[in-house]
């Protein structure tokens, strides 16, 4: 691996750099892989036992060796996510810069594929409100497949420009912006960036991050949280936008209590906080971190009124076979079901109403002649109700009926039910006599074979 002999000029004199061991390691083929247990559907996985844990996240553990995670049901199931131990540190900016004893409304910003999403959900209060947003279409379809995954209730996943998100001044607690960036802490990682960056590249992504940042603060509400990160080395990235973001855009910075053993290294800007990860200095990859409090007043959001009616009783007596009922309500699109939480019915309106939602709350199913079709989604969300059949499948016919393959109903109840492993939904199915109809969702199917170890 050749790292440019500018970018290395340009990281010389930063906190925390050691030149030589920054060279060494990324000429090393050392890599760090880590996890994030999903709180809501397992305490610990198999392979997390005896392993060390994320320092600054209750819920990440360390791996060596890296497990093949294809081919692991419970992770298609959504137990854990596969997440950078670095970016996990924003469970530390949420625990310290917000106030998690009462719901909060979060924005995720730059949200594929994600990582952050699912952290963020497994640490708000409950009634709290998430909008996953995805500028790039392209990525949104992932970042949906995860909150699904994640069986999250209260997420709303969007596709906007920031500068969309001025319609709701004042709307959120909590913004996190991961900002699109030149990608340096990657490149480890990923070899192939190391080709893309350039000084030029580091100065546009410099800018663009401004304006990502200016176009969305109107929505933060005051005393609001921002929390601010990269993937970058680069000061002009890190250290100049935090400094802009304190002097032109009049934030407070919040200071971060950090164990010295962690190895981050603390910054400061003039009146702003910043949290450097280098690789030589823990076990994670190049990270950099920063967060606000917002000073300013923000106007309030227009009077909101009701659009989207719920469904009748006698509509929703089909549902209370397939889901629990209680604190939810149900909404039509296109015949298409959602369930809504209660307490979140006004916030998913009202961002139906504003924003490009393409999915919020939990996708129930379908409604075809009085008689619902259950959706993948509802499988994975924690709300089926005991009297719907969980088959409890092996390992090898798990793996099997992930990648939709024939499966032998012999020893099955007959009719539509979950497949499952080790207790974990992965998807519905319907037992015939002499087949099965596999429900699970073409575009999820494994493809490979079989596990590179087997």
Not at 32 to 45: D, Q
Not at 111 to 121: E, L, N, V
Request: aromatic residues 10%; charged residues 20%.
């Amino acid at each position: 691996m050749q790292l440019p002999s500018r970018f290395i000029h340009s990281l010389r004199g930063l906190p925390g750099f050691d030149e030589a061991a920054f060279i060494d390691l990324h000429h090393s083929e050392a890599q760090v892989t880590s996890v994030r247990i999903n709180p809501c559907k397992i305490s610990e996985i198999p392979f997390t036992r005896g392993h060390t844990s994320v320092p600054w996240s209750r819920y990440g553990h360390y791996l060596s060796p890296r497990p093949s995670f294809t081919f692991d049901p419970l992770f298609h199931a959504g137990c854990y996510y596969v997440q950078e131990a670095s970016s996990m540190f924003l469970e530390q900016a949420l625990q310290q810069g917000a106030d998690l004893s009462r719901p909060l409304k979060v924005l995720d910003l730059c949200a594929a594929p994600g990582g952050k999403t699912t952290h963020i959900q497994s640490l708000l209060p409950a009634n709290s409100l998430l909008v996953s947003n995805e500028v790039i279409r392209s990525r949104t379809a992932v970042l949906k497949d995860n909150v699904i995954k994640w069986g999250a209730h209260n997420v709303a996943v969007t596709n906007n420009d920031p500068a969309d998100f001025s319609v709701l001044p004042g709307f959120f607690d909590v913004i996190i912006v991961d900002a699109p960036c030149s990608g340096s802490g990657l490149f480890r990682r990923d070899p192939e960036a190391i080709g893309e960056w350039s000084e030029g590249s580091v100065e546009l992504c410099s800018r663009r991050q401004q304006r990502i940042l200016a176009d969305v603060l109107p929505a933060l509400k005051e005393g609001g949280t921002l929390v601010y990160s990269t993937c970058s080395y680069s000061k002009e990235e890190d250290e100049y936008i935090l400094k802009w973001l304190a002097e032109a855009m009049d934030l407070e910075g919040i200071e971060l209590a950090t164990d010295p053993r962690w190895g981050i290294v603390p910054v400061k800007e003039g009146t702003a906080f910043g949290y450097r990860f280098w690789p030589h200095r823990l076990e994670g990859e190049g990270f950099f971190m920063g967060a606000f409090r917002k000073k300013a007043v923000t106007g309030k959001p227009e009077r909101y009124r009701p659009v989207n009616k719920t469904l009748s009783g006698k509509e929703t007596v089909a549902l209370s076979r397939w889901i629990l009922m209680e604190g939810l309500r149900f909404v039509a699109f296109g015949g298409r079901i959602y369930s809504w939480p209660e307490a979140l019915y006004e916030s998913f309106d009202l961002l139906a109403q504003k924003m490009k939602v393409l999915y919020s709350g939990v996708l129930t199913g379908e409604l075809i002649r009085n008689k619902l079709i259950p959706d993948h989604a509802l499988a994975l969300s924690g709300l089926l109700p005991g009297q719907v059949i969980r088959a409890g499948l092996s390992r090898e016919t798990a793996i099997r009926y992930l990648q939709r393959k024939e499966i032998d109903p012999e020893g099955l109840q007959t009719g539509w039910q979950v497949a499952a492993f080790a207790g974990q939904p992965l998807g519905w199915m319907n037992v015939l006599p002499n087949r099965i109809n596999n429900y699970y969702p073409k575009e999820l199917r494994i493809l490979k074979e079989r596990a590179p170890d087997e």
